[in-house]
């Protein structure tokens, strides 16, 4: 017995010892993480999590339902594109034509108006927030430099950092896109409740503007910019300039660092539905016109889908670009397989929500599964023709 008794005082001795060790090097956020992932029953973060953070709701107003296609649900589903459908999870896959709502699937109770995380489809969303706030005179141009907004902005090639640079994931920020590491800043961003602190004392290490370099902390001090350019918060900028004016069918949550910072984790996390996910989609589908009417800069839409660097063909601003079948494609994409992918020569939108994806190849721009959806989605659009 007192063996056993000294085994148990011992355990929690090694565990006041981590606790207090966690909170001393600043890495107590990883409580939260195990509260909102181990302890929910996952292994990483999940498309259903927004309501384990704070958030700031996206209000919309008068909602105008997406028109439906005359064939509209009158195509079945390949058996292949199922099994990838199951294999992955997906919880809602929808296809536009010319505009029009042709095909629309939910499964595992999922429906039109179910909120899930949108990860990094939060970057896309972001960049055309710039291209408001640009139009609107907030910020000058994608030239105008940060320090411009954060004089504070360390390191050796701070003050030649542009908006443009962050946009185009071209900034030189010493920021490390590990996913999986609880230590990571990564991981810190996620879970941490002071976001604007985290990012502010990272540094410009490289030149800016020289090459493409994906990092979510470019996207989340665009959003800072952003916000101190219009003096009022990501959401409700969002809100005035694209949920109310394209009728969204329901308000939105955009997760934020905590109730207190009330700052909007800008490189991912706005929880919304699959047809209001879709409207960004066909606004850029667009380039810029909402029913007909200019809501966004054609010219900045353009630019955005178009490739920065030449030897990144894969990028422009904001958005994810592929050529297939000689045709260009622009992509939102999620870190767990959320799409929206836009073929403007066909005008046709594709849009997959889901709990997985394939592990990335090496030697194509997304994972195996977006193939597997885009192929699906043609090959139903060629048998509906």
Known sequence: MKSISKLILWVIGILFLLVVGLYVTGHAYIFKGIRVVYMTGHDTAFIDDYPYFDNRSIENGTPEPLPKHQDYNTTKIPQELQETHEKYGTIAFLIFKDGMLWHEDYAEG??????????????????LLLGKAIEEGFIESL??????????LKGEF??????????????????DENYYSPFSITAQAYYKKDIRDLILNLSIDEKPGQEFNYLSGNTQLLGMVIEKATGQPLSSYLSEKFWKPMGMENHAYWQLDSEESGMEKAYCCIASNARDFAKIGLLVLNRGQWNRKPLLSETFVEKAI??????????????????????PFFVMQGILGQY????????????RLGHERESKSSDTVFPADFYEYLNGAYKMIREGA
């Open 110 to 127: 999922y429906g039109p108006e179910s909120h899930t995380n949108s990860f990094s489809m939060a970057k896309s969303i972001t960049t």
């Open 158 to 175: 701070a003050s030649q950092l542009t908006v443009g640079d962050l946009s185009s994931m071209a900034s030189g920020l010493n920021w």
């Open 306 to 327: 178009s490739p920065r660097f030449e030897d990144s063909p894969e990028y422009g601003y904001g958005f994810w670009l592929e050529e297939m079948n000689e045709r």
């Open 340 to 351: 929206v992918v836009g073929d403007p020569e066909e005008n046709i939108l594709i849009v």
């Open 143 to 152: 030239d105008q430099k940060v320090v411009d907004f954060f004089p504070e």
